[in-house]
């Protein structure tokens, strides 16, 4: 059971819209720590796509935007292409594990 | 352009020890905290461990404190993880990754390493 709970898979046609949710609680996303999220396609390196909540950084499309309320975040891709099929991971800080947390992964399928 | 090496990765008996390394490049390596993450087959990212910039502050996630230790060679610019105590559910690919800062808790990984797997059983 991960800390971060995220939908097991989503799932969207080319060109579509998608959103992937984050919900975390008061000890990590509700006390104020940034959510980052990661973009792993099997067999490769996990890799950073927003940073401190809203931030992309350098290279990752603008079809790929952020935000943070409360306790949860959320990941929006919007014109869904082929390529966006992987698995997509948020993470935080959880201060009373004093740990770094991960949601459990989204699967993203583009049918 | 920043790259992260893992190596040392095999397969080992439950109860032995394994130690792992991350060579790094691209980078001034002493100006960053370090993490170590896995991933089970078939499942999701866990952190591991951290240490940050001058190895004044290590932490490690509850799965393996006591059974790992965490280090590295600012000289060599290498990170490790010494493992002992291996149990088949330490079989992982562990990921070696770079901090966005010295030290501090509310931050990202950037970049990863490409991973290498350890292998527990009998």
């Known amino acids: 059971q991960s800390v971060l709970t995220q939908p097991p898979s989503v799932s969207g046609a080319p060109g579509q819209r998608v959103t992937i949710s984050c919900t975390g609680s008061?000890?990590?996303?509700?006390?104020?720590?940034?959510v980052h999220w990661y973009q792993h396609l099997p067999g490769t390196a996990p890799k950073l796509l927003i940073y401190g909540n809203t931030n992309r950084p350098s290279g990752v499309p603008d079809r790929f935007s952020g935000s943070k309320s409360g306790t949860s975040a959320s990941l929006a891709i919007t014109g869904l292409q082929a390529e966006d099929e992987a698995d997509y991971y948020c993470q935080s800080y959880d201060n009373s594990l004093s740990a770094w947390v991960f949601g459990g992964g989204t699967k993203l399928t583009v049918l | 352009e920043v790259q992260l090496v893992e190596s040392g990765g095999g397969l080992v008996q439950p109860g032995r020890s394994l130690r792992l390394s991350c060579a790094a490049s691209g980078f001034t390596f002493d100006d960053y905290a370090m993490h170590w993450v896995r991933q089970v087959p078939g499942k999701g990212l866990e952190w591991v461990s951290s240490?940050?910039?001058?190895?004044?502050?290590?932490g490690y996630a509850d799965s393996v404190k006591g059974r790992c230790t965490i280090s590295r060679d600012n000289a060599k610019n290498s990170l490790y993880l010494q493992m002992s105590g291996l149990r088949p559910e330490d079989t992982a690919l562990y990921y070696c990754?770079?901090?966005?800062?010295?030290?501090?808790?509310?931050?990202?990984?950037?970049?990863w390493g490409q991973g290498t797997l350890v292998t527990v059983s009998s």
């Open positions: 008061s000890s990590n996303i509700g006390a104020g720590y940034d």
């Open positions: 990754a770079k901090d966005r800062a010295a030290a501090g808790e509310n931050n990202w990984f950037d970049p």
């Open positions: 240490i940050s910039w001058n190895s004044g502050r290590k």
